[in-house]
């Protein structure tokens, strides 16, 4: 479990101010958990993004007790891409929680190999457990798809035990299809008639000026 040192927000401290000394404003609730406003800091908290995303626990210590959290959402700057607000989940364990799975792409397609496109239709899923037991990824195994038109379902995931899928179970996961080739003669042929008409407007132009003489 992943954790993260985090203190109790002074309301004094503008944000402006916060994010210019390298932290972060955030908020921290769940079903059993009133509503705090906390400060992080900005580079751990960078850090921990990058390896929890939002389907693993991070333990917010300082506020009390370890509390058990998600991180629910990031708001980003327009401009520098960086984190400037942050919303955790407080989790209870044995209390089922809906989060979005990250899939991993793994092997492949033979399909593929012999000259197909593949298309990866879903980059993730929604799944429901017990936030203790949150896979931190879920593997796709395009070996599966052999042959052109072969389809990977949602159905189709293998997932840890007490991990219930929440996304339709048709859903498509990835895909292979024939490369199409573009056709010359389509070409050709806009160029026939860009061709036959330049004419019959010199031809007009003909006639006219003959007509004026």
Request: proline fraction near 5%; glycine fraction near 6%; charged fraction near 25%.
């Amino acid at each position: 479990m992943l954790s993260l040192k985090v203190e109790k927000r002074d309301k004094n401290v503008a944000i402006p101010a916060l994010l210019r000394a390298g932290s972060i404003p955030a908020v921290v609730y769940g079903a059993h958990h009133e509503a705090e406003s906390i400060t992080l800091p900005a580079i751990a908290f960078t850090k921990v993004l990058r390896e929890a995303g939002e389907a693993t626990i991070v333990s917010l210590e300082g506020i009390g007790a370890s509390l058990p959290t998600l991180i629910h959402e990031v708001d980003r700057d327009p401009l520098t891409n960086l984190p400037r607000h942050v919303d955790f989940y407080a989790v209870t364990k044995g209390e089922k929680v809906e989060v979005a799975i990250p899939l991993t792409f793994i092997g492949i397609s033979a399909a593929v190999e012999a000259g197909a496109n593949l298309v990866k239709v879903l980059h993730e899923v929604e799944v429901k457990a017990d936030p203790m037991n949150l896979p931190h990824d879920i593997t796709v195994d395009l070996t599966m798809l052999k042959a052109v038109n072969d389809q990977i379902h949602a159905s189709d995931l293998t997932l840890p035990t007490g991990v219930e899928l929440i996304t339709d179970a048709e859903d498509v996961i990835a895909l292979v299809q024939q490369v199409v080739e573009e056709k010359e003669e389509a070409v050709v042929a806009d160029i026939g008639s860009i061709e036959v008409e330049k004419k019959g407007k010199e031809e007009a132009a003909g006639e006219a000026a003959s007509e004026e003489k």
